[in-house]
């Protein structure tokens, strides 16, 4: 069967195990942000993760609702993505020791996370659309949104002073 724990033969299928995965996904991000968090040093992108983890919480909440909506039950495959962005990411935050670095370290790390959670909302949002569920659509739109809001505020934390300090 090879990834998937299930097989899949369907559109619909693919669509669910894509939002099992964002699902799953999602999960994990919020086990890695506080620790992110922590490692910050700059205030404004402490508050930028602390805000991202919010809004993360309530992304979780939509999806529920997406699979309310469809009639299926919430719950989340094992994302062998988010768990190697993540590994990484881990990884840089013990291996580099001056915090300037640290910061623009950690800022390539959630970017990655971003850029994943961008293109996985996106095609998601096309199946549903493909699927007929627009309603799911216009809701997973709003996280993909968030996602790409995040992205910029990051980018424009680097690009303005972290990446400066850090060279």
């Known amino acids: 069967m090879g990834l ?3 097989p899949i033969k369907t559109m619909d299928d693919l669509f669910t195990h894509m939002l099992q995965d964002i699902y799953y996904a999602e999960q994990q ?26 809004e993360t919480e309530g992304q979780i909440k939509r999806l529920d609702q997406a699979f309310e ?22 990884e840089m935050m013990s291996d580099v020791g001056d915090q300037t670095v640290l910061d623009a370290a950690l800022i390539a790390g959630a970017q990655a ?34 996602e790409r809001a995040t992205d910029k505020t990051l980018t424009g934390l680097a690009e303005a002073s972290i990446n400066r300090k850090a060279a």
Do not use: W
């Open 69 to 90: 909506q469809l009639g299926k039950t919430a719950k989340g495959v094992e994302c062998a993505a988010i768990n190697g962005i993540i590994a990484e990411t881990k």
């Open 113 to 146: 996370v971003e850029h994943y959670e961008i293109t996985r909302y996106g095609t998601i949002i096309a199946y549903a659309k493909q699927l007929g569920h627009d309603n799911v659509a216009s809701l997973l739109g709003q996280t993909l949104d968030e």
């Open 29 to 54: 991000i919020t086990k890695a942000l506080p620790k992110m968090i922590d490692k910050a040093g700059e205030p404004q992108l402490k508050q930028s993760f602390e805000k991202h983890l919010r």
């Open 4 to 6: 998937f724990t299930t």
